[in-house]
């Protein structure tokens, strides 16, 4: 890890207008634990905290999105603009290079998910037996984000339309494809952070069950991430910069 | 009739001490090709690829630099290949033609950058003395997004030079520069060279490379047309068939007389338009007007219709 890469890469993230949307976003799911607190005592608080909002706002929307804005922009805004010449012309190992951003792209992605998923847990759940799904929530987000923001990084060596393809796996293939056969849920990292999280936490199936199991989960977390960063490196190995004519 | 035959400046012999050597180097992208079976040796000194935009030089340059796979032939670069090592840019800087930067660094935060990068044991001094050689020091602090083209251009010179390498790589360099700021780049690179280290720098324009190349290679579509030192391309491009345009008193009487000059390879008198064609530019041009003085005959215009650097260019693809 190149720790004057990993400086530059939080200092491109933090000072661009896509974190403030982003931690606009991460707002929302907090605002609507407040709305629901306020406004609703029929449901059962930690099936609506683990299903809608940790599952479906967190997990399923936020956490993605966060991972493709900063797991794509890490490098791969330095490719579009020509500064990445400035990181490659340099003597620093190509593995080096991966992983200070990826490391950089991580730790934001991270921080403003987490955040959101602590301050909305602890809101919704305020006042019942929490059942652990606070920190099964947690580490499925910690875990989660590190294997999208491997992904996401991947995608933006090796294609020019990261972002949209990035879209399209998240909204396609894990809205929509996994959702409509099982079988390809093994392909999906938010199936491996739900699976996370139902290791974790201490509720029965009928308030929240992952359709992966936790330790499959687990193993092809640390596949799904080795693989990335494997290729992430060899493509930034014999990554071209040049005049296509 | 033309004077090309003393002048084979491809045949030149290669420099004493190589530092960058290309050997039938090609590289195309799908089935265009960009650079064709080129070869040339460069040692230390100044070194200007002149040649239209689209020519190949930038590919050229990136292949130097080891950011592009030569698709074909061998490229070394101190004398070794370049492709996917990483260690050799201890020795090589790069100042690329795009202007990006980071607008959030200051200039010397950028080129504080270049020296923690390039694992200098003091960057901070590293950087100051790279600030300084560009002339850089007043505006050092602020942020970059605020820079000039020209400033801009400077620091990307800064940040390339601040590990003092062997070899320097310039795409374009003056692209953006005022001419003060030309002549002090022009100045610095010389002193850069001077140390003895090799200086290769890309321009579509020829007054740049002859104010700064001690060498001179001309690349068009992607060949090497010809490559030399300047004063041998200069002549080159000088004794190549120019045609003028001339306006007289009496353009039959004058066509005539004109034809007759061993300058002059042909004439033609197209109603009012006369239009002579000479292999010896500097002589034609001398030997017109006394002509013309000699037989009473009032000269209007005296015009060279191909002086356009693509005109030239052509020309020296087609040899």
Redesign the interface.
Known sequence: M?G??FA?TL??MI?RRRTLLMVLFALLPVAIAVIYRLGNEDTNQQDFTANVLLNGLIVTTLLPLSALIFGTAALGAEIE???S??????????QHVIAAKLLAAWLVTAAIVLASTILTGAIALEGVEEQGILLAFVAATLLGSFVYTALFLLLSVVTSRALIDGLVYVFIWEGVVTELFSGTRIFSVRQYSLGVADLIADTSAATFEADLGGTGALVMMGIVSAVAITLAVRRL??F?????? | MTSQATVEPREEAPPERSTIELVNVSRW?GN?V?VNEISFSLGPGVTGLLGPN?A?K??IL??L?G???PSSGTVRVLGEAVW?Q?????R?G?V?E?E???P?LSGYE?VL??A????LPSPGEAAMRAVQAVDMEEAQHRAMGGYSKGMNQRMKVA?AIVHDPQVLLLDEPFNGMDPRQRLHMMDLLREVAAQGRTIVFSSHILEEVERLAEKVLVIIAGRLAAAGDFRAIRKLMTDRPHTFTVRSSDNRRLASVLVADPSVVGVELDGERLSVRTSEFAAFALAAPRLARTEGIRLLELLPTDESLESVFSYLMKR
């Open positions: 190149n004057t890469i530059l200092r491109q000072g603009d020509g500064t010449v400035y990181l490659l012309s340099k003597p620093v190992p190509r190995r014999s071209e910069i040049g005049e296509a004519v | 992208y265009i960009a689209g190949g930038s590919t990136h292949m630099a950011f592009l796979r996917q990483p260690e050799a840019y201890r090589i790069l690329p795009r990006a930067a980071y959030f950028f950058l270049s923690k990068l390039h694992g940040s």
